[in-house]
């Protein structure tokens, strides 16, 4: 009677460690999707980035929370280091624009940067790093509080502006999108986006794809506040804007709106 025993104690056992694998595999498909669905979506992310993205350029935002008793010394490093490289043939990149934030979170200084798609940027950082550029770049250091950066591409329907100086005010709004909402988001924007070009010309619009994800910025250039005031008015009256607003809301977790001032050297200002 023993060896009976002994195989249905064995056979309990090896049925219990099967019971618990299918829940273990069952917990991690509810909290992280099961390895096909991680796939699937993977390659749903890809597909509408293709989709929507104008796939020429490669945008970095360079965000820098400065010390506030060193905003004078910090701009002028700043001046130095994206005017010598903006200026150095053998770098591949652009410099957008550089900006001052004067409405929202203060002491803060925005750069966007264009490369020649993400080999641009390889090539760039790489030349960057062993170069006199680094030096620049470290005086800015010992000025900041904080900084992040953050990969974009721009949507296809909203390229961004080449440089001008019309003066003014620019207004950066950021929208933290629920994931796998973007391809709406951007159906939505491209229906309405004609309702604010009667108003004003768009300076760009873009969406993250490395550092903070599911985020999508548009930047709009106004004369001044009051002016701005009157055209979102005057755009609340055009037939589909409203419904833009309105399913953009639906899509965000939250948004942020930034009103910004050009640096001297700024490229579009």
Aim: charge should be positive.
């Amino acid at each position: 009677m023993l060896a009976p025993t002994r195989f249905n104690a064995r056979a309990l056992a090896s049925r219990l460690r099967s019971i618990e694998a299918r829940r273990a595999i069952s917990v991690q498909s509810l909290l992280h999707g099961s390895p096909e669905a991680q796939a699937e979506g993977d390659v749903q992310v890809q597909h509408h980035s293709q989709l929507i993205a104008r796939g020429k350029y490669v945008h970095g935002f360079e965000v820098h929370h400065v010390q506030p008793y060193a905003i004078d010394k910090y701009k002028k490093a700043a001046e130095k280091y994206y005017t010598t490289i903006k200026d150095d043939p053998d770098l591949h990149v652009k410099l957008s624009g550089s900006w001052e934030a004067v409405v929202g979170e203060q002491d803060t200084f925005f750069h966007i940067l264009e490369y020649e798609n993400y080999s641009g940027y390889d090539k760039t950082t790489k030349k960057i790093r062993n170069s006199d550029h680094i030096k620049a770049y470290y005086d800015m250091i010992p000025h900041l509080r904080s900084r992040s950066s953050q990969l974009c591409q721009e949507f296809a329907f909203m390229p961004t502006a080449p440089p001008h100086s019309e003066g003014g005010i620019f207004e950066l709004r950021s929208y933290q999108l629920n994931p796998g909402t973007l391809l709406q988001w951007e159906q939505t924007w491209r229906k309405g986006i004609d309702a604010r070009r009667n108003m004003v010309a768009p300076v760009g619009a873009w969406f993250s794809q490395v550092g903070r994800l599911h985020q999508v910025h548009h930047m709009w250039q106004y004369p001044d506040l009051q002016t701005r005031k009157e055209m979102r008015e005057k755009a609340w009256k055009l037939e589909g804007w409203s419904e833009t607003v309105s399913k953009t809301a639906e899509f965000s977790k939250f948004m942020d709106s930034i009103i910004l001032v050009p640096l001297p050297y700024s490229p579009l200002k």
